[in-house]
């Protein structure tokens, strides 16, 4: 199926840093979420774009929907302990009777070292 | 309680061994989703509802069944467990573009 290409794979930082990641697809999407999971937990919704260059924050998350519409980004500013996780994004496309079928990025583990 | 609940939350069966998970919302949500994660694979779509009787494959369908007879429920049933099987299942709904995620079911079969 279609995959979203999400990066970094992975990323260690120090407390108080910046952090930011991105997807991007070769299809156009109508939608772009961001989800967080922790360990032995669900993935929780962060932020949700729905609108070409849409720019949207929650607390210290700020993310945005490019304008291509093929991409989406997301960043963490001064970065907590408990910002450790795995980061998803998620796009959807509207395509027939497939409307809100999401697909999804293979996540960003992000770690924190205080 | 509000939102969305599964159960079990951990699940050891055999091989050959009939075996449901049960999905629980809230929302009155009309989509229902069920997803494995598996390393390497991410998550990947089982089956997923529109509405109560309109059910859907999804990307890796194959050894499972779902029903969905009112709104707020989508149980997954595996009908035979392979080994295959054992991963992290989750389910979700939607009001149509956020989905939300319940806190997963883990599984292995021996």
């Known amino acids: 199926g279609q995959q979203l290409n999400q990066s970094p794979q992975s990323m260690f930082i120090q407390e108080g840093e910046d952090v930011s990641m991105n997807c991007t697809s070769s299809?156009?999407?109508?939608?772009w979420l961001w989800y967080k999971q922790d360990p032995g937990e669900g993935p929780v919704l962060l932020i949700a774009?729905?609108?070409?260059?849409e720019l949207t924050s929650n607390g210290r998350l700020t993310a945005q929907f490019g304008i291509t519409r093929k991409d989406s980004f997301l960043n963490i500013s001064a970065s907590i302990p408990s910002d450790v996780g795995i980061y998803f994004c998620?796009?959807?496309?509207?395509?027939?009777?497939?409307?809100?079928?999401?697909?999804f990025g293979k996540g960003t583990l992000l770690t924190v070292n205080p | 309680d509000a939102g969305i609940t599964q159960s079990p939350r951990y699940k050891i069966t055999e091989t050959g061994r009939q075996v449901t998970l049960m999905c629980h919302q809230t929302w009155s949500h009309s989509y229902m989703f069920w997803y494995r994660q598996d390393l390497g694979h991410g998550l990947r779509l089982i089956y997923y509802s529109a509405a109560a009787d309109i059910t859907d494959k999804g990307e890796v369908p194959d050894g499972y069944v779902v029903s969905r007879s009112k709104t707020e429920n989508f149980p997954l049933t595996l009908e035979s467990a392979t080994r295959s099987q054992t991963s992290v299942y989750f389910c979700?709904?939607?009001?149509?573009?956020?989905?939300?995620f319940g806190p997963g079911t883990r599984l292995t079969v021996t």
């Open positions: 774009l729905y609108k070409a260059g």
């Open positions: 299809s156009i999407f109508n939608t």
């Open positions: 998620a796009g959807q496309r509207i395509s027939g009777g497939s409307n809100y079928k999401l697909t």
């Open positions: 979700a709904s939607s009001d149509g573009y956020e989905q939300y």
